[in-house]
């Protein structure tokens, strides 16, 4: 058996066609289809289903393959571990991050990049929290950035980085005074446009709303934070947005961003990676950093001010 056939068998599962899985790997399809078919024979069982295309692995196939991942995972670690000890770490870390947090993710891959210069980073924004955690547990990411106010298990290690709070976002000509706040009632009376209801920050806002005994009726939905504000700067909308992207954004000109009250509502978010032991070294650098970076002070402060 060979690492190089676990890969086919891997990347096949994650591209679900055999022609992008042969040009993922840098192999002809019919290398890639005889790997698979010396990997069946060596197993003993079937591992893909095959008609005139890709049609999804078999029952033996989905179990085989939580192997390959992670004994690839472990092959990866090692490499990793075996170049920290020649020449420091070095590799590719790949982060994902749900919409909300993404403009977080940039006050903890500065300092990482700045600590390991050999190391290049990854980062996928504007994943959904179940595909950040899926992602973290199949070994296609190091680390994910997402929501901690739910039951994580046992198979995950999270270290707390803030907590998400909101603010009515609006025309200035249609916003309160200055100093003012709002409550979501306040907010469910405007022409709203929110995040996508699959996502967990959209679920977040809808069970605060649902709180206060109301019901969000966005007219626009996006699976982008920054589309929000696009669409509020077009003068049409309003829009419920976390606090955390006007550290990116600040308050655009034009607009306003207003705390929301009544009732206050505050969500953790954190670094979520394998709790795994070993830890690998990529993930180990990336939550000894995190421990020590004050993401929540940071996020406090808007751009401009000292």
Same mark, same amino acid.
């Given at each position: ?119 290049? $980073?990854?980062?996928? %924004?504007? &994943?959904?929290?179940?595909? +950040?955690?899926? =992602?973290? /547990?199949?070994?296609? !990411?190091? @680390? ?95 829009? $419920?947005?976390?606090? %955390?992207? &006007?550290?990116?954004?600040? +308050?655009?000109? =034009?607009? /306003?961003?207003?705390? !929301?009250? @009544? ?44």
């Amino acid at each position: 058996m060979l690492l190089r056939q676990l890969e086919y068998l891997v990347t096949l599962s994650r591209e679900r066609h055999f022609a992008r899985a042969a040009r993922s790997c840098h192999v002809s399809q019919p290398a890639l289809s005889e790997g698979l078919r010396k990997l069946e024979e060596e197993l003993g069982v079937p591992l893909v289903r095959r008609g005139r295309s890709y049609e999804g692995l078999t029952p033996e196939g989905e179990r085989i393959l939580v192997r390959a991942r992670r004994i690839l995972a472990d092959r990866d670690a090692l490499e990793h571990e075996a170049g920290a000890l020649r020449t420091g770490l070095s590799g590719r870390l790949r982060i994902g991050a749900v919409p909300t947090a993404s403009g977080a993710v940039a006050l903890l891959t500065g300092p990482f990049c700045a600590a390991h210069p050999l190391v290049t $980073v990854e980062v996928r %924004a504007g &994943l959904r929290s179940r595909d +950040v955690l899926g =992602g973290v /547990r199949d070994f296609e !990411l190091d @680390a994910g950035i997402t929501y901690l106010h739910r039951e994580l298990g046992e198979e995950f290690r999270a270290v707390p980085l803030y907590e998400e709070r909101y603010v009515l976002l609006t025309d200035a000509a249609d916003s309160p005074a200055p100093g003012a706040t709002a409550t979501w009632q306040d907010a469910s009376r405007l022409p709203l446009c929110l995040l996508d209801g699959a996502m967990e920050g959209r679920r977040v806002i809808d069970e605060v709303f649902a709180g206060a005994g109301l019901r969000a009726a966005p007219r626009l939905e996006t699976d982008s934070v920054a589309a929000l504000f696009a669409q509020v700067r077009a003068g049409r909308w309003a829009s $419920v947005v976390p606090y %955390a992207w &006007l550290h990116v954004f600040g +308050v655009p000109p =034009g607009m /306003r961003a207003v705390p !929301l009250t @009544a009732p206050e509502r505050t969500v953790p978010v954190g670094l979520v990676v394998s709790a795994r032991e070993p830890a690998p070294v990529l993930a180990r650098a990336l939550t000894g950093l995190a421990d020590g970076v004050d993401v929540a002070g940071a996020l406090e402060h808007l751009p401009g001010e000292a």
